[in-house]
Structure formats: C-alpha cells, structure tokens
C-alpha cells in the first residue's frame, strides 16, 4: 500500500468554497498520510490564478489545475489529455462530482483502472432524463460506489445501490480550537448559515421565517456567510418583509474569520430544498464544522441533513416551510442549549476523518484486489 499511485478527479477543490471541493481536500490529504501518493485533477475556479498557486504549493501531494479558458470546449479537452496521461500513472482512480465521472467514464474506454465514484447528492438527482441516465451509465463504469449519506444512496437505481457504500462525510477535530471570537458580531440568539447565498442552501426560507422567530426572540440576528450569488434578491425578499436589519450578508470571509464566526453564534441553521432542476443537499459539512465548535444545527428533513443532525440530540430536523415548526425548533435547542451543543460536539468527533479515511481505504484496497 505504500506505493499505491491514487488519482483523485474532482470538480471543484479549495481554496474556493464548496463541499465538493473540501471533501476531496481532506480525502486527498489523509490519504496521503497513510501513505499513498496522491494526484488531484482539478479545474481551476478564478482567472486570479495566484492564489490556488500559493494555496497547492503548500500541500502534501500534487494538485494539476485544469486551465481555466474562455472557450469551454478547450477547457474539457484538456481535462481528458491530462485525465489520459494521469490516469496511465494511476493504480486507482477516484471520481467526485458531475464533470469527473462524466470525464473518467469516457477515459476508462483507453486506460483500464480499477475505479471509484463519490456521489454527494445532486450529481445522481439531475431531473432532466438525459442528464440522469449519463451520470448512471457513467457509474455503471465504476467498481465501487462511496456515497456521502444514506439519502444520497437511495436516489441511486437499486442496481447501482448494490455496489454503493456510505461513508460520510469528515472532519477534523481541532478544526476552530484556535479561533478567536468575532468582535460586534450582533444578535440573541445568533443564527449563521455558511454556503452560497442560493436556493439550494435555503438562506430565503429562514428570512421568510424570521417575522415568526422575531415575535418570540425579538433581537434574534440572521447571518449569511459565502458567495453572495442571490444576496440581491434576498436582500429585497427581506426589506419587503421588514426584516433587513435582522439580517447581515458578510460575503465569502477566510477561514478563519468563518471558524470566530462560528464560535460566536448560537445555532447554524440550513433549510435546503430542492430545486426543480434536482440540485440538493447531499450532506452539509459546514454543519459538522459548526458541530465540532458545540454548535447545534437546525434543518430540513428530506436531504441529506437528515444524515448530518441527529433529530432531539445534535438539533432538529424541521419540514421545509413550516415557519411554527422552525420556531419550536429553535426554541428546544435553546431551552437546553447544553445538552445540545455537547450532543454536537460529540457527533462531530465521531466523523473525525482519522477514522472516515481508514473506511476510504477499506474500499479502496477491495477494489484493487478485485482486479488482480
């Protein structure tokens, strides 16, 4: 295992935000510790190149960034030139995100490796009936199959589900112990989401939710930290329900700055939900980073949250759009706000991704000895 050749395809990786990205960050990382010699491809995300230089310069294994070009087309091939040559050096192959199992599907026609697939949730839940059979014909491709969530898994055919094992999703347990509070971060209680501003992440169903919680918990504050992709709509969804002064949008903030966020606030709350072309939560590791500070989390049912919070002990699970149900919710977090943030503390380190990546291995190493 010590010369294991590891090839990890990702669409998207840090240090730009997203789940995705931060999954293969910590997977690749691990992996490496327990000594395997691991490549990432993945696209570059920002035309300011310079900070994913310094950000792979300072890690433990390759990273190949994929050029980012104006012509689309140029871009994705070569994705497959550097998939083709990379994929000669690997001994196995690990796909995570749409565009990877597409990519390394296609490959695996002129490069024959053992292959896995990490599916998170969307990717395997496209509404359009043709995007949904490529990503299934693309897994047909994969000898194994590691899903984030049990509710991943089951938005998968049953053929599919045969192969498919759920491992979720890590963390690192001294991740925040440093952190410093934040300084004039206002509200009591304090509510925080962190992902892109979107629909997907639900930041507009807890401001539409919020006349509701201010009649019991007038100086509650709402904040929203990420990439302010629809802060804008947001922002008047709120001023036309006299809530603006209740919410604060601080944009994408460095790590850091996110963990005293975190630290300062009392309950992380994420009402995702669906959206009509089927993009939708497969897990949520921000609430597991919020978790791991003895930070509860609030959420919907019907995702993959409901793998992520433990209904009663860790938070609550809550119907999308029941503002009374948010509003109890919110209330027996706080009535027993310890029980709670040491019940959260506790799940979090039960994802510690020391013990998360030796069930990566696991699966990685039967895959091997099934094609020897």
Not at 63 to 87: C, D, H, N, T
């Amino acid at each position: 295992m010590q010369h294991r050749h590891l090839l990890i395809i990702s669409s998207e990786f840090p240090p730009l935000p997203g789940g995705i990205g931060t999954h293969a960050y910590h997977l690749a990382k691990h992996l490496s510790f327990k000594g395997y010699k691991v490549r990432v491809i993945a696209d570059q995300r920002s035309w300011d190149v310079q900070e994913e230089l310094a950000f792979d310069a300072e890690l433990s294994f390759d990273v190949i960034r994929v050029p980012l070009r104006k012509v689309r087309g140029v871009m994705y091939a070569q994705r497959l030139q550097l998939l083709f040559e990379s994929m000669r050096w690997a001994d196995v192959v690990l796909a995570s995100g749409k565009f990877s199992l597409w990519s390394v599907a296609f490959m695996s026609n002129f490069v024959k490796r053992p292959l896995l697939a990490v599916v998170h949730g969307t990717e395997v839940n496209f509404k359009n009936p043709l995007l949904r059979y490529s990503i299934q014909k693309s897994l047909g491709f994969m000898g194994q199959i590691i899903s984030v969530s049990k509710f991943t898994k089951r938005l998968l055919p049953g053929y599919l589900q045969r192969r498919t094992t759920v491992i979720p999703n890590g963390i690192e347990k001294a991740w925040g112990r440093e952190a410093s509070k934040v300084k004039e971060f206002k509200g009591s209680p304090k509510l925080i989401t962190v992902g892109h501003v979107s629909e997907r992440k639900g930041q507009l169903h807890v401001i539409r939710a919020l006349p509701r919680l201010l009649a019991s918990f007038p100086n509650l504050h709402y904040h929203c930290v990420g990439l302010a992709t629809a802060q804008e709509p947001f922002e008047q969804e709120a001023k036309a329900l006299g809530v603006l002064e209740h919410v604060s949008f601080h944009g994408r903030v460095s790590e850091e700055e996110l963990q005293g966020m975190l630290k300062t606030s009392n309950v992380f709350v994420m009402l995702s939900g669906m959206t009509q072309s089927g993009d939708v939560e497969g897990f949520g590791i921000a609430i597991l980073e919020a978790n791991v500070l003895g930070i509860p989390a609030i959420g919907t049912k019907e995702c993959g949250i409901s793998d992520a919070i433990v209904s009663g002990r860790t938070g609550e699970l809550v119907t999308l759009g029941d503002m009374e149900g948010l509003s109890q919710a919110l209330q027996r977090v706080l009535g027993d706000y310890d029980a709670y943030s040491k019940a959260a503390k506790g799940w979090a380190l039960k994802h510690d991704w020391n013990m998360i990546v030796e069930r990566y291995i696991s699966v990685i190493e039967r895959e091997i000895g099934n094609k020897t």
